[in-house]
């Protein structure tokens, strides 16, 4: 059973919604659409488990997220049933300098639906390889 349409609508959303949060640096937002056991792969720190932890880990890199625009792009989702997995690329782009792309990864959602409400149980983020390498310039002067 391939997943309703509405719950293909409800996911896109809900990733929207994500990024919108993450601008506005709300972590009260952003969390209540993760699940309590919910984990955390950024790709450029150790996983993070359970909503307290990813609170932590996201108010100790709000230097990185401040001032930026976080983009999703060119969203699919498989799943069928309860489980549901987002593919997206994410853009993000400077918003309170001049504008430019400082980050880009591909990010992949696993979500589950549980009491009928869609929520993130996993958040994986694969960092381009090309921004390490821009990093590592940047560093170097």
Same mark, same amino acid.
Not at 36 to 52: H, K, L, N, Q, R
Not at 58 to 81: M, P, Q, W
């Given at each position: 059973?391939? $997943?309703? $349409? =509405?719950?293909?609508? !409800?996911?896109?959303?809900? &990733? =929207?919604?994500?990024? +919108?949060?993450?601008?506005?640096?709300?972590?009260?937002?952003?969390?209540? +659409?993760? +699940?309590?056991?919910?984990?955390?792969?950024?790709?450029?720190?150790?996983?993070? /488990?359970?909503?307290?932890? &990813?609170?932590?880990?996201?108010?100790?890199?709000?230097? *990185? !997220?401040?001032? %930026?625009?976080?983009?999703?792009? *060119?969203?699919?989702?498989?799943?069928?049933?309860?489980?549901?997995?987002?593919?997206?690329?994410? !853009?993000?782009?400077?918003?309170?300098? &001049?504008?430019r792309v400082v980050? /880009?990864? @591909?990010?992949?959602? !696993?979500?589950?639906?549980?009491?009928?409400?869609? %929520?993130?149980?996993?958040?994986?983020? /694969?960092?381009?390889?090309?921004?390490? %390498?821009?990093?590592?310039?940047?560093? @170097?002067?």
């Amino acid at each position: 059973m391939t $997943l309703e $349409l =509405a719950d293909r609508l !409800t996911i896109h959303e809900l &990733i =929207a919604r994500l990024d +919108h949060a993450v601008d506005a640096q709300d972590w009260d937002g952003y969390l209540s +659409h993760f +699940h309590e056991d919910a984990v955390m792969e950024p790709g450029f720190a150790p996983p993070s /488990t359970g909503v307290d932890a &990813i609170r932590a880990f996201l108010v100790a890199s709000e230097g *990185n !997220t401040k001032g %930026k625009r976080h983009i999703a792009s *060119n969203v699919f989702i498989d799943g069928s049933g309860a489980e549901a997995v987002a593919h997206s690329y994410l !853009t993000v782009i400077e918003r309170d300098d &001049i504008p430019r792309v400082v980050a /880009t990864a @591909k990010i992949v959602d !696993t979500l589950t639906r549980r009491d009928g409400r869609w %929520k993130v149980a996993r958040h994986q983020v /694969t960092v381009d390889p090309g921004m390490f %390498k821009a990093y590592e310039a940047m560093q @170097k002067g």
